[in-house]
């Protein structure tokens, strides 16, 4: 029977009372159970064409999406078609940069850093060509840095060994595999009834960005990017969820080796410098570790990601506990660090942690 935490309930409504977001999405699994699932506020605060959240409602979950190429990469190292320790070029042969693999762009320690959305003049072609010519800023495994300029061509990566588009591999890896049949690139326009706006975009799109994925550089590139584009509902990403807590299986499935997984959740930038001073960052492949500003008191081992517009992914494994928030805190415009919505993830975590 699904209970529904009040206290969840009272920060998410403080949350939209504060403007932080319009509505929310809220999902908490448990010990291989749903304990609670509820959609709070609207799409669009009282702005014309707003909806109430509802449960299915479709978000655009940014660099969520990062942690489904990580886990696609990983499924082709599984099968010995990628492996982590591999020099990039040995798959992009047109890439420029030395001494960068795959393992250093899963860690964001590759060196390279460069600001994507500033190239979204280029269009698709200029802007891959000036990501492909790019050169590490320091020496690969030296520093880390969380750019989408890795994950980026982590996608591409997995693409060209999968032998297809990245869209195809996405879905013949993992979507199809976990039958998330709400989660997906360019969604069609019979969801847009179903999808929450992420910000209106007077600036470079001329209007409000509704159906279309709001990272400038993913835009460019088509809607589908290693480092953004994924639009999903909370329910699916519980399904995600569920094969990492459960070591890669998934309903009888082993979609990954458990040794895999333990590999994952390995801490490969410990010691590293990184931009900010006095912050360390803990990162595995692909997935953010031990962060407290957005995973509150959840144990040592815990892992998630963050997203952009709003959404979030915490994994405790010692509770089994998976808690997803989905928000577009971007509308109706984005505002600068530090971001607001991850305390409030946190506080959501803290409650379903007691």
């Known amino acids: 029977m699904l209970t529904l935490s009040p206290s ?42 707003s909806q109430p959240a509802a449960p299915s409602t479709i978000y655009d979950v940014a660099s ?12 082709l190292f599984d099968a010995g078609l990628l ?83 990245l869209e195809t591999a996405m879905q013949e890896l993992l979507l199809g595999p976990l039958e998330l049949n709400e989660t997906g690139f360019t969604p069609p326009a019979r969801l847009l009834p179903r999808i929450a706006p992420s910000e209106w975009d007077s600036e470079w799109r001329g209007g409000l960005v509704h159906g279309s994925v709001h990272d400038e550089s993913a835009a460019t590139l088509g809607g589908v990017a290693g480092h953004a584009g994924l639009f999903s509902t909370a329910a699916d990403l519980e399904r995600f969820a569920q094969l990492w807590l459960e070591g890669g299986s998934f309903e009888g499935k082993q979609l990954l080796r458990e040794a895999t997984v333990g590999l994952a959740l390995r801490d490969y930038t410990d010691g590293l410098p990184s931009p900010v001073a006095g912050q360390r960052y803990r990162g595995g492949l692909g997935w953010m570790l031990d962060r407290p500003a957005f995973m509150g008191r959840a144990p040592a081992g815990s892992y998630g990601h963050t997203g952009f517009t709003g959404p979030v992914l915490v994994l405790v494994p010692q509770r089994q506990l998976a808690v997803i928030v989905l928000s577009n805190r971007t509308y109706p415009r984005r505002t600068p660090p530090p971001y607001p919505h991850h305390a409030i993830t946190a506080a959501i975590v803290n409650a379903a942690l007691d």
């Open 8 to 49: 969840i309930s009272s920060i998410v409504a403080d949350a939209i009372e504060r403007r932080i977001f319009p509505g929310a999405v809220v999902l908490v699994h448990k010990q291989g159970l749903r304990q609670h699932l509820a959609a709070y506020g609207s799409t669009m605060y009282d702005d014309a064409g």
């Open 64 to 75: 969520l999406t990062k942690v489904f190429t990580a886990t696609a990469a990983l499924r």
């Open 83 to 165: 492996a982590l320790e591999a020099p990039v070029r040995r798959y992009l042969p047109a890439v420029r940069a030395h001494g960068v693999s795959i393992q250093h762009l899963l860690t964001h320690t590759s060196g390279l850093d460069m600001r994507l959305s500033v190239l979204r003049e280029r269009g698709a072609a200029g802007l891959r060509a000036a990501v492909y010519a790019a050169e590490p800023l320091r020496p690969p495994g030296s520093y880390v840095a969380y750019t989408n300029i890795n994950t980026l061509l982590l996608g591409d990566a997995v693409a060209h060994v999968y032998g297809g588009t």
